[in-house]
């Protein structure tokens, strides 16, 4: 009987080992940065931008908990701890009294512009000063080939973003 498991080429086992190992290493660099910097997580930066860049600085918590991929519980304890320090508030949606809403405060979008010059070194530093232009355009390529079979149904920003295109931000 035969074996029907496709199992990996050395070339496919290699690059599945480097993906792994950078998935595992990134978010700690990225965690490392914004804690010692302004006593953040990435995912509460995360979660501090989606807000920031939703209409009216306001989401619902099952759309904030979608578009950061949380799960409603892990979203709500981050809030919590980010409601203690007045970078968020939450309030009963108005159109829906059992749901409810989110948005960021003053105080929240300036911690995000002081988190966000520490941010971007690090993202440069780790990430993209490691690469050639070629090599960015092949990374934006191949996690878009990922992401359209992990997240095919567009949750997260990152699935849409364009190449090249719309305005330059400040805060990545």
């Known amino acids: 009987m035969t074996d029907p498991t496709p199992w990996l080429s050395p070339e496919e086992s290699a690059a599945w080992v480097r993906l792994v190992a950078v998935a595992e290493l990134l978010p700690t660099a990225l965690d490392a940065q914004l804690g010692a910097d302004v006593g953040l997580t990435h995912f509460e930066y995360v979660a501090l931008m989606s807000l920031a860049g939703a209409p009216e600085r306001t989401m619902r918590m099952t759309a904030l908990a979608s578009l950061t991929n949380a799960t409603l519980p892990r979203l709500s304890h981050v809030m ?17 009294r059992r749901a409810t809403n989110a948005t960021i405060t003053e105080a929240g979008l300036a911690l995000l512009e002081q988190a966000a010059p520490g941010h971007v070194r690090t993202v440069r530093a780790n ?9 960015l355009e092949q990374l934006y390529e191949i996690a ?7 997240d095919p149904e567009e949750r997260l920003n990152a699935t849409s973003c364009q190449f090249s295109e719309g305005p330059r931000t400040r805060i990545a």
């Open 144 to 150: 878009g080939a990922v992401l359209g079979r992990l």
């Open 80 to 96: 919590r701890r980010l409601e203690a320090r007045e970078l968020v508030r939450r309030f009963p949606c108005p159109e829906d």
């Open 127 to 135: 990430v993209l000063d490691a690469l050639t232009p070629t090599q």
